[in-house]
């Protein structure tokens, strides 16, 4: 049972005190290596994690559980893995219940919405500037006719498959 808060407590602290991706990996090895895994585990670990699909994290999280604990050290590590997040979110969204009536959220909303189209313009221009070809136009006329799809009510995961088929045919 101490296994199963040490674990628990390791990958609270792991989640706390970093954001995840290397930072944590360095963390998770300094606390976990020589106490919990080998260092050849370890690296297996972080392989498994890496090249399987889904969140590295919580892979690595229950991957060095289970090696440590079995199936309710894997649990333990999860649970610490997924608590601070689910707690931050649930914050934050208790905060926004709060404050969704107000007046200057709305406008918030509504200066945020034209700086992003600014911002996801300028991206695409950087990204497709460089090439030759029409391959700009090209662009151009795909997000153009998605826009316009949009706005005829499409449903958004059929514009996106379309524009997704339409740049396969025309880039490749």
């Not at 460089?130 to 151009?140: D, F, K, P, T, V």
Request: proline letters at 4%; hydrophobic letters at 60%.
């Amino acid at each position: 049972m101490t296994s199963w808060f040490h674990l628990l407590w390791l990958f609270l602290k792991v989640n706390l005190l970093t954001t995840s991706g290397p930072a944590s990996v360095g963390l998770l090895y300094k606390e976990a290596v020589g106490k919990l895994l080998s260092e050849s585990e370890f690296v297996e670990a972080v392989g498994f994690s890496s090249v399987l699909p889904g969140s590295d994290a919580l892979q690595l999280a229950m991957f060095v559980g289970y090696a440590a604990g079995g199936v309710s050290g894997a649990l333990a590590a999860l649970i610490g893995s997924i608590l601070p997040p689910t707690v931050l979110m649930l914050g934050v969204i208790t905060i926004l219940q709060r404050v969704r009536g107000e007046a200057w959220v709305g406008n918030f909303v509504r200066g945020l919405a034209p700086a992003v189209a600014a911002l996801m313009i300028i991206v695409a221009w950087n990204v497709f500037h460089g090439e030759g070809g029409g391959r700009l136009e090209i662009s151009i006329g795909i997000a153009i006719l998605s826009i316009i799809a949009l706005l005829l009510k499409a449903p958004p995961t059929l514009v996106l498959l379309t524009a997704g088929v339409v740049g396969i045919v025309f880039f490749r």
